[in-house]
């Protein structure tokens, strides 16, 4: 047999770790990653996600140790979102904006412990609202323009707690306009917004809305997040997001949304943030917990996808577990 042919080799820059290694052509490092929280009113509780395995909602007093620990394995950057007792809900989230709640006195907390981390709030009225909507409800819809008003409420109260973020994941239109003149004007000019740009209507958040106890009452969310099969939308959301004043664009879920955050890294001098969700982190547990996935391995290569498909920064529940791994 003559192999005269076969001048191209490709497996030559495969044939060792030290060539392997030199060809790599994507990295996950735990400067990318931010780890979402979830917070609950009290001291010394903790209670685990029961569809998230290894993920807890932690009282403030163990969430600080639980940043220590994650600042001391590299993970800086932090996503906080209250879990809120039904008693304190209501028609228009008065608890969001109510400097005396316990999830901004945590904030403000953390931020004088940590004034290093990276600490992202989230605005949207999902957590705080008795309809379990990310907007104001009336008649069965969900008013965009009235909303925005308690939004804005919301990003101030959290950016005077010192956060260095907001993250708005409500998806009403001009939020973002909004959210920036807000705190432009209160002087607040340095706080961020990473923006939910392209949030799609996913069955992916169920977990996450077990943790929070936050579903919709009525309804769904889908006059507000994407309908999956569109990418042309997320542009149009993405050049808006980036003339209204966004930091960074963030594409939601991560990965059944590939394609969509290439697109956005395509078309976009902003850096890309993508979520892996709490559906996704829920179904590489579950499979490693049956000993049908490697689970170490499959959160490694579900982030690698996840940057090589162009994200530059990753929300993702893994990162601890990721940060512990990298240790040497
Ligand atoms: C709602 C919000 C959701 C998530 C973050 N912010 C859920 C939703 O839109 O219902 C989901 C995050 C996850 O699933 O990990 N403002």
Request: a negative charge; hydrophobic letters at 40%.
């Amino acid at each position: 047999m003559t192999t005269d042919f076969l001048f191209r080799r490709p497996r030559r820059n495969r044939k060792t770790e030290a060539i392997r290694a030199m060809v790599e052509e994507t990295r996950v490092t735990v400067n990318d990653l931010i780890f979402p929280l979830f917070l609950i009113e009290g001291s010394n509780k903790k209670t685990e996600v029961a569809s998230m395995p290894g993920i807890f909602r932690l009282s403030v007093d163990l969430m600080l140790k639980e940043i220590e620990e994650c600042l001391k394995l590299g993970i800086r950057a932090f996503d906080v979102f209250p879990a809120v007792e039904d008693s304190y809900k209501d028609k228009t989230a008065t608890r969001s904006y109510d400097s005396s709640f316990f999830y901004l006195k945590a904030l403000r907390e953390i931020k004088a412990k940590f004034p290093e981390a990276c600490i992202i709030t989230d605005v949207a009225m999902d957590p705080y609202s008795s309809d379990g909507h990310d907007g104001l409800v009336k008649d069965g819809k969900i008013l965009n323009d009235e909303t925005l008003e308690i939004l804005g409420k919301m990003a101030l109260a959290q950016a005077e707690t010192g956060i260095d973020m907001v993250g708005p994941s409500d998806m009403m239109d001009g939020r973002v306009r909004y959210l920036r003149d807000v705190l432009d004007k209160n002087g607040f000019s340095e706080v961020s917004i990473m923006s939910y740009t392209a949030k799609y209507a996913s069955g992916f958040y169920n977990p996450f809305r077990d943790a929070l106890d936050s579903a919709p009452k009525f309804g769904d969310k889908k006059t507000y997040q994407m309908n999956p099969a569109n990418r042309s939308e997320a542009l149009i959301e993405a050049q808006l997001d980036t003339e209204e004043g966004a930091d960074f664009l963030m594409v939601k879920p991560a990965l059944a949304y590939l394609d969509v955050i290439r697109l956005l890294k395509d078309n976009s001098v902003l850096p890309i943030a993508a979520y892996n969700v709490s559906g996704e982190y829920a179904m590489v547990k579950a499979a490693a917990q049956k000993g049908w996935l490697d689970g170490d391995r499959i959160m490694k290569e579900t982030l690698l996808s996840i940057k090589r498909a162009g994200a530059d920064v990753i929300l993702t529940y893994f990162a601890k577990e990721f940060a512990m791994t990298q240790r040497t």
